[in-house]
């Protein structure tokens, strides 16, 4: 995310399942106007005081990532963030919030997708190649490693054409 920080000028961001904030954080002290999202209420309780704290300002919502209301789509959004939502949702779910990702973003808008890989047929979170096949978006570049627990992950930054 740093890199991507670097890289782009300060527009309108949409962090989705943002959970404590940290990222969210680190794009507004970037100077990037942040909306925050996570079904958590400790969670975003707990981002809006690190906020604070840093006498930083961000929009935190506590909302279902697949269920956003209208308001949340307007303004369209230049970076939607999602370090770690995504892979956690089931297929039918994904399909939901990526049906939404063409509403979010502006015309050349960037998803910026942090996730880890599972075996196809594994239970539990993470990506399958099959996942991001469905997205309206041109992906853009994609830089892999290696997660905490050593599982193999990636940053995929897809673009809205």
């Not at 239970?123 to 905490?148: E, F, N, Y």
Request: charged residues 20%; hydrophobic residues 40%; contains cysteine.
């Amino acid at each position: 995310m740093e890199e991507f920080i670097r890289e782009n000028s300060p527009g309108c961001a949409l962090d989705l399942g943002c959970g404590t904030g940290t990222s969210s954080l680190a794009l507004a002290l970037a100077g990037w106007q942040v909306t925050g999202v996570d079904f958590s209420r400790v969670a975003i309780r707990i981002a809006t005081q690190k906020a604070k704290n840093a006498n930083v300002e961000v929009n935190f919502r506590t909302l279902d990532v697949l269920h956003l209301p209208s308001s949340v789509f307007s303004p369209p959004w230049n970076l939607v963030l999602d370090v770690g939502c995504f892979h956690s949702l089931g297929s039918s779910e994904k399909a939901v919030y990526l049906d939404q990702l063409s509403r979010l973003l502006v015309s050349g808008g960037t998803w910026l997708l942090y996730g880890f890989f599972k075996q196809k047929g594994e239970a539990g979170p993470g990506l399958i190649p099959d996942d991001l096949m469905t997205a309206r978006l041109s992906l853009i570049k994609r830089q892999d490693g290696m997660d905490r627990m050593t599982r193999p992950s990636a940053w995929f930054w897809f673009q809205k054409g």
